[in-house]
């Protein structure tokens, strides 16, 4: 199993790893049920409820952010994959974080905060470790 494990200095690589697999089951529940979906979004006005076309959009974003951060497990000396690894992170904060304070489709809650602190974690991580894994 060690094999198929990321290569490399340090454990972000296998940090990478871990949250691209988490995703790729996130990405295969958004396809199959709207359950874990309408626990993230759990202030939806009536009117407006979590749909299986959302879903479905929510996991092909899921899946590409997935993609981007598996290559960066693999590959995490590569300044540009690095960095689009690390946007991921921002577009995810970015968007769960505008979800909880601008739109107010979800509450303040494991389902909402897991995400924000794994995008917040990386976010300060990859910044932080930027000079040790990007090489000129």
């Known amino acids: 199993m060690a094999n198929f494990l990321p290569q490399g200095d340090g454990n972000l690589p296998i940090w990478q790893a871990i949250i691209a697999t988490t995703a790729l089951f996130n990405t295969v529940q958004n396809f199959l049920t709207l359950q874990l979906t309408k626990r993230l979004y759990d202030n939806v006005p009536k009117e407006q409820p979590v749909t299986p076309l959302q879903a479905r959009t929510f996991g092909i974003w899921t899946l590409t952010a997935s993609v981007v951060r598996l290559y960066a497990a693999y590959n995490i000396h590569n300044k540009a994959i690095y960095d689009m690894a690390l946007l991921t992170y921002l577009f995810a904060f970015a968007h769960f ?40």
């Open 97 to 136: 974080s505008s979800e909880i304070l601008i739109f107010r489709t979800s509450r303040i809650g494991i389902p909402v905060l897991s995400p924000v602190i794994v995008a917040t974690t990386s976010l300060v991580w990859m910044i932080a470790q930027y000079d040790f894994y990007v090489k000129p």
